[in-house]
C-alpha cells in the first residue's frame, strides 16, 4: 500500500513561489506515476501536473505550464510541485495521488487509488 503526505502550502502573495512536497511509502517513486491535483473551494478537483516516477516524464495542465515544475528524487521518495508567478487563481488545496498501475502520463483523478491529506495553497492579491 502506498501513503502520501504532502508539505509546502501556506500563504504567498501572487507572483511569488512555493514548493509542495509528496513523500511516499510502501512503494519507491520509480515504481509509481504521481500526480498533483488541487480543488478550489465550490469547484471541481482538477489535475494540475504528473509524473511517470520510473522514466521521469511529465505533463502540465495549461493553467500552469511554463509556471510549475514537477519532479522527483528517488532517494528521498519525494516528488516536488514547484510554482512560481503563483496568481491568485492558484488557491486552493493540492493533493498528490499515486498509482502503481499507472504506466502513461493522466491527470484523471479517477485513476489514482492513492491519495495524500492536501495541503493548503493561498495566494493573495
Known amino acids: 500500500e502506498v501513503q502520501l503526505v504532502e508539505s509546502g502550502g501556506g500563504l504567498v502573495q501572487a507572483g511569488g513561489s512555493l514548493r509542495l512536497s509528496c513523500e511516499a511509502s510502501g512503494f519507491t517513486v520509480d515504481d509509481l506515476t504521481i500526480g498533483w491535483f488541487r480543488q478550489a473551494p465550490g469547484k471541481e478537483r482538477e489535475g494540475v501536473s504528473c509524473i511517470i516516477g520510473n522514466d521521469g516524464s511529465t505533463s502540465y495542465a495549461d493553467s500552469v505550464k511554463g509556471r510549475f515544475t514537477i519532479s522527483g528524487d528517488s532517494a528521498k521518495k519525494t516528488v516536488y510541485l514547484e510554482m512560481s508567478s503563483l496568481k491568485p487563481e492558484d488557491t486552493a488545496v493540492y493533493y498528490c495521488?499515486?498509482?502503481?498501475?499507472?504506466?502513461?502520463?493522466?491527470?484523471?483523478?479517477?485513476?489514482?487509488?492513492?491519495w495524500g491529506q492536501g495541503t493548503q495553497v493561498t495566494v493573495s492579491s
Open positions: 495521488a499515486a498509482d502503481p498501475t499507472i504506466t502513461t502520463l493522466t491527470m484523471s483523478s479517477y485513476e489514482y487509488d492513492y
